[in-house]
């Protein structure tokens, strides 16, 4: 099993744009987004399962942020724009069965078994 890598992360100001990136996204999988800042827990960003189109997005992000998949390049794209300082922090994204995303069930970090390292997003006022 690959790991998974993030890319896309950077520094911008209130009101931009940044699209992250993830692969190798497996086929018929949940994907999802998560970040953290420091000394805070991780929270659940968004998700969308590979085999199909259904997504899901925490409330502090509908609107703003689209995820779309290109599974011939087995990459998961979390396009994030209107970003706002309270979306700083680093962002991982991660795997799990297909099964587990659902709309009650997508958003808990505990059943997610493969993670990346993170790419950091920094957003300023």
């Known amino acids: 099993v690959q790991a998974l890598v993030e890319s896309g992360g950077g520094s911008v100001q209130a009101g931009g744009s940044l699209r992250l990136s993830c692969a190798p996204a497996?086929?018929?999988?949940?994907l999802a987004w998560f970040r953290q800042e420091p000394g805070k827990e991780r929270e659940a960003v968004a998700a969308i399962y590979t085999g199909g189109s259904n997504t899901y997005y925490a409330d502090s992000v509908k609107g703003r942020f689209t995820l779309s998949k290109d599974n011939a390049k087995s990459t998961v794209y979390l396009q994030m724009n209107s970003l706002k300082p309270e979306d700083t922090g680093m962002y991982y994204c991660?795997?799990?069965?297909?099964?587990?995303?659902?709309?009650?069930?997508?958003?808990?970090?505990?059943?997610?078994?493969?993670w990346g390292q993170g790419t950091q997003v920094t957003v300023s006022s």
């Open positions: 991660a795997e799990t069965s297909r099964w587990d995303c659902t709309g009650g069930v997508w958003d808990r970090k505990v059943q997610y078994k493969s």
């Open positions: 497996e086929y018929m999988s949940c």
